[in-house]
Every structure is written in structure tokens, then in C-alpha cells.
């Protein structure tokens, strides 16, 4: 059972790379990016389905997150080989959707 499964409001699972990373610069953040969207790429174009969605830094932590859809830690693994990054460790993550409040007409008298 994915751990998503049967929980409302949360989004399908996914994986997130965890790579410590002293002193990055933006411009070596994006090259990342691209060589981690290149590798699922081929990844996907060999047939696994791998999506790279993106990247986080937390500069303060001198670390950065790198998140992808796909069905293994190990294909994601091989993403970050591939895209030569080097993942501390790589992790499930489950995503929740932030709801909407529902806003209410303030004369419109509710029913009991």
C-alpha cells in the first residue's frame, strides 16, 4: 500500500535527494538541474517512468533537495549517478495539497 494511499489531501508519493553541499552558487545549482532532468530523461526514454521536478537550497544548512517522481530509490539513485550528484541519501516523501479555505458570504445565515 503507498503511504499516500486513503489519506485525504495528500498528494501520490515521490523521492527527494539529499546532498550536503558546501558553498554552492546558483550557477552550479542550475547546471544540476539540468543534468538531473537529463538523466531522468533517459531514464524514462529507456522505460522507467522518472520525473525530475526540481530542487531546493537550504543555504543556511549547505544543503539542497532534489525531488522526482519515479517507482524506486534505486531509479533515483541512478538519476543522481547520472547526473553526477552526489545524494547523501534519497528519501520517500509524501506532499500535501494546501486546501482552499472556504470563504462564507458573512449574511448569509447558516442552517443548524
Known amino acids: 500500500?503507498?503511504?499516500?494511499d486513503g489519506i485525504k489531501g495528500f498528494e501520490s508519493a515521490g523521492y527527494m535527494g539529499e546532498c550536503f553541499w558546501p558553498d554552492v552558487t546558483e550557477e552550479a545549482l542550475a547546471s544540476a538541474d539540468t543534468r538531473a532532468r537529463r538523466a531522468?530523461?533517459?531514464?524514462?526514454a529507456e522505460g522507467h517512468e522518472v520525473r525530475?521536478?526540481?530542487?531546493?537550497?537550504?543555504a543556511d544548512d549547505e544543503v539542497v533537495f532534489f525531488f522526482f517522481d519515479g517507482p524506486s530509490v534505486g531509479l533515483v539513485e541512478e538519476a543522481g549517478k547520472r547526473a553526477d550528484i552526489d545524494f547523501a541519501r534519497v528519501?520517500?516523501?509524501?506532499?500535501a495539497r494546501a486546501r482552499r479555505p472556504v470563504v462564507r458570504d458573512p449574511n448569509e445565515r447558516r442552517s443548524s
Open 1 to 4: 500500500m503507498d503511504v499516500a
Open 40 to 44: 531522468a530523461g533517459e531514464l524514462t
Open 52 to 58: 525530475y521536478l526540481g530542487s531546493v537550497l537550504v
Open 91 to 95: 528519501m520517500r516523501t509524501v506532499g
